[in-house]
């Protein structure tokens, strides 16, 4: 709003004429007309009219404002253009925000019947398309929380499934080992690795190193290449890769490199 711009222009004809502002007079004119026009009988109290013409406007604004109790005070004070206001000094609205809240009056100020009620539909309008997107995302939301859960629930499944297999795998070695009918160790003669002789001595980031008490040597256990490898028997199957599986922090550590357990 500036005074080559404007809100009420005195004539108006696109591109031909010099923007001039409606004149205080002027616009007595248009609406002692229009009351006219209109059939508006007002009281008379000596000299002037109890309703102001050109005050009215302003009184039924202020009134409209005043009666909302969800804009507040501050704002009703700012938008009636009040400036001697102490509050109005520490209060800080941008345009925006308080056209945020003078938007709730709109259907208030709005004179016209129809004209009301193009506006009500078109907030209706409004509400409505803000509600699906609502709906929308919160319904997206879900189906992307239900799809994580899924997934979880597949890995869990998988690694319950792997667990098993290591833990039976293990059971049934050591059977074996312990089979006094059985005249070598299973997997290889004499010299084969005994489970029960394995220890635990370290665990690092992407390996374990596991200890033979038996043969008196450490054995790295290591991630590579998608596997878990043994570096002695250069093998993914052998018993210090089981022994390794079978340490619950360990499996842990090859679950977090998405690794697949084949035993
Ligand atoms: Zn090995």
């Keep these: 709003m500036l005074p080559q711009n404007p809100v009420f222009r005195s004539t108006y004809r696109i591109g031909v004429q010099k923007v001039i502002p409606l004149s205080r007079v002027g616009a007595i004119g248009i609406i002692s007309r229009a009351i006219r026009k209109a059939g508006l009988y007002r009281n008379k109290a000596g000299n002037r009219y109890e309703i102001q013409a050109d005050h009215g406007f302003r009184k039924r604004f202020a009134t409209i404002l005043k009666l909302r109790n969800d804009i507040s005070y501050s704002v009703t004070e700012r938008l009636l253009g009040h400036k001697q206001n102490l509050d109005l000094s520490y209060f800080r609205g941008t345009r925006e925000e308080i056209f945020r809240e003078f938007r709730k009056i709109i259907l208030d100020l709005t004179v016209s019947d129809e004209e009301r009620l193009t506006l009500q539909n078109r907030l209706k309008d409004e509400k409505i398309d803000r509600l699906q997107f609502e709906k ?20 869990l499944e998988t690694e319950r499934k792997e667990t098993r297999m290591i833990n039976s795998k293990l059971k049934e070695t050591m059977n074996r080992e312990s089979d006094p009918s059985n005249p070598y160790f299973p997997d290889g003669g004499p010299f084969d690795t005994r489970l029960v002789n394995l220890e635990v001595e370290e665990i690092n980031a992407d390996s374990m190193v596991v200890y033979d008490s038996e043969f008196g040597e450490s054995i790295n256990v290591v991630l590579r290449k998608n596997q878990v490898y043994c570096t002695l028997d250069k093998s993914s199957t052998c018993k210090h890769v089981l022994f390794a599986l079978a340490n619950p922090e360990f499996y842990e550590i090859v679950k977090k490199n998405a690794i697949k357990v084949e035993v």
């Design 136 to 155: 929308d995302s919160k319904i997206s939301g879900l189906e992307e929380t239900a799809k994580k859960l899924l997934e979880r629930i597949e890995a």
